[in-house]
């Protein structure tokens, strides 16, 4: 399969412990996004790389998010100590830079925080 | 970015075309429409977009009207594998195009 994947699919974590999810994108891509997405509502924009380079980060990322693309790769989003508001599905999308509509996400990592 | 307003839900029966209206009506000259669906438990998946011209591919239509204030998504035979919420998003084609605004959506079933 050479779409968008995300590991892991599922997370049930306990308030306060530190999460980290991982997102491999389409091979060639060079831009990647997350998004947030709780239930009943449509994903909300969190951040973008383009290659190695955070470009934008959303409000709702607060201090306790951090989000790495360390070689232009992979990347992961790290949550510290979650809280139950933190409990959502997170996505990630990757495009080519100069295309002009189509992100392709991924299934998604849904974290749980009891 | 115009604002999008989609009806919360709509049933369709299998074999029928599926018409999904979207109003835009704040939308400007180079803001495009995106539609995006998302099935249970998955990622949204990309459908169609366009400008001011009608466009098709192996998915969907879409038209604009001519005003271009608002628009709409045919699926021109529905299965029920297009059960999904769909998403009508408009966005100007910057640098950071990728930062998409998902309203709702609208929740559409297709029946048996």
């Known amino acids: 399969d050479t779409g968008v994947s995300q590991d892991p699919r599922h997370k049930i974590t306990k308030r306060g412990q530190n999460v980290t999810f991982r997102c491999d994108p389409i091979?060639?891509?060079?831009?990647l996004y997350w998004y947030r997405q709780t239930l009943g509502q449509g994903p909300e924009f969190l951040t973008y790389?383009?290659?190695?380079?955070?470009?934008?980060k959303s409000r709702l990322l607060s201090d306790r998010f951090s989000a790495e693309r360390p070689k232009g790769s992979f990347s992961t989003l790290e949550i510290q100590r979650t809280e139950q508001g933190d409990s959502a599905m997170y996505l990630c999308a990757s495009s080519l830079m100069g295309s002009t509509g189509e992100l392709f996400f991924g299934e998604g990592s849904r974290l749980t925080v009891l | 970015d115009a604002k999008t307003t989609q009806p919360p839900s709509m049933d369709c029966a299998e074999g029928r075309a599926a018409n999904l209206p979207c109003n835009h009506s704040?939308?400007?000259?180079?803001?495009?429409v995106y539609w995006y669906r998302q099935i249970h438990s998955q990622g949204p998946q990309y459908i169609i977009h366009g400008l001011k011209n009608n466009e098709t591919n192996e998915m969907a239509s879409l038209i604009i009207t001519e005003d271009r204030k608002s628009s709409t998504l045919i699926l021109p035979h529905a299965t029920l594998r297009d059960t999904a919420v769909y998403y009508c998003i408009v966005r100007v084609l910057t640098d950071s195009w990728g930062k998409l605004q998902f309203g709702a959506g609208t929740q559409v079933v297709v029946t048996p």
């Open positions: 704040t939308i400007s000259g180079n803001e495009y």
């Open positions: 091979s060639e891509h060079n831009r």
């Open positions: 790389f383009q290659n190695e380079a955070q470009l934008e």
